[in-house]
């Protein structure tokens, strides 16, 4: 029973152009989503939030947008850099464990100069 | 700020065999939590603490015990290792409240020959 879930494996970008990133929701009680972001050998680093009163939130280059009705979320990079080739996970938090984070597979982006 | 830190980075074991991978965080969290990751499963929870003297099963519990007799540290035993636990491990922390982002360490792979 996958509740999140990252349906991309991988994805390659141009350095420059956007990068989207998707993750889609089973649960309609998810209400906060978190992106994170892992580089090869290191733990996962959070990157940026939603909560789900808002649609969108913005943070520099990275914009995450949420459709709650499709219970889809993406995250937009722009302009996508080298140094951001990595995988990304996306994650909601469940209130029944303690808030414990419930993540999908994982996206690999690659973004090439 | 030395954040989460885990030990080792890297060990291999003899199916059978028994360890302890280590987990400490300096932040004061209430909240830690071991998870693997494996190849398109994302990261998966273990087991999870949501303050000292207080542990819980997550989703793959099964072949692992956890104690939490401080708040600082969160070790994970292996009982009886088996080649379906070759993984990589990290281990998390968090302050608690249900919308903190979760502060990852860089994690020990661990193979089980």
């Known amino acids: 029973d996958q509740q999140v879930k990252q349906n991309s494996p991988s994805l390659s970008v141009q350095e420059g152009r956007i990068s989207i990133l998707n993750c889609d929701y089973t649960?309609?009680?998810?209400?906060?989503f978190l992106w994170y972001k892992k580089y090869p050998a290191e733990g996962p680093t959070f990157l940026i939030s939603i909560s789900s009163i808002k649609d969108k939130n913005e943070d520099g280059r990275f914009t995450v947008f949420l459709n709650k009705s499709a219970k889809h979320l993406s995250l937009h990079i722009v302009p996508s850099q080298p140094g951001d080739s990595a995988v990304y996970f996306c994650a909601a938090p469940t209130y029944n464990q303690g808030g414990k984070l419930i993540f999908g597979q994982g996206t690999e982006l690659s973004v090439k100069p | 700020n030395a954040g989460v830190t885990q030990t080792p980075k890297f060990q291999v074991l003899k199916t059978g065999q028994s360890m302890t991978l280590q987990c400490a965080q300096d932040m004061n969290h209430e909240y830690m939590s071991w998870y693997r990751q494996d190849p398109g499963m994302g990261l998966r929870l273990i087991h999870y603490s949501v303050g000292a003297g207080i542990t819980d099963q997550g989703e793959v519990p099964n072949g692992y015990n956890v104690s939490r007799s401080t708040t600082e540290d969160f070790p994970l035993r292996l009982l009886s290792a088996a080649p379906s636990q070759t993984s990589v491990y990290f281990c998390a922390s968090s302050p608690g409240h249900l919308r903190s982002e979760a502060f990852f360490g860089q994690g020990t792979r661990l193979t089980v020959v």
């Open positions: 649960n309609s009680m998810f209400d906060y």
